[in-house]
């Protein structure tokens, strides 16, 4: 039963961002806006993180299998996809490292701080 209210928590925000994208006339995504939510939720202590902690891990846990339909969807699309599988791994390489280099200089510049809070 607990799983269950602590899942309903995270629907019903789901849902606030799916009615602020309905809303909105801005390109970001309705699971942004529930992630947004959720986050400012849990930093304002609106919702304790103990009350969405076990849906939350639960869904992590079964994220992978959330990946199976995408990959399919890429499998069925192979003769589309074909011709462009050059442009799309040279992309995928490039963002790749860029995302990597940005979180490495952030996580560097977050522990720095850390350092440096802790020192003073």
Not at 7 to 33: D, M, N, Q, R, T
Not at 40 to 60: D, M, N, P, R, Y
């Amino acid at each position: 039963m607990n799983y269950l209210k602590q899942f309903l928590i995270i629907l019903s925000i789901s849902f606030i961002g799916e009615i602020l994208k309905a809303a909105l006339p801005l390109p970001v995504p309705a699971s942004i806006y529930g992630m947004a939510i959720l986050f400012v939720c849990l930093v304002t202590g609106i919702i304790k993180l103990e009350q969405v902690s076990g849906a939350g891990k639960f869904l992590i846990e079964i994220m992978p299998v959330m990946f199976i339909p995408a990959g399919v969807g890429l499998m069925a699309s192979w003769e589309i996809l074909q011709p462009m599988l050059v442009p799309v791994a040279v992309i995928t390489v490039i963002v790749l490292i860029a995302v990597m280099a940005v979180s490495g200089r952030v996580s560097q510049a977050i522990i720095r701080h850390r350092k440096d809070k802790k020192n003073e």
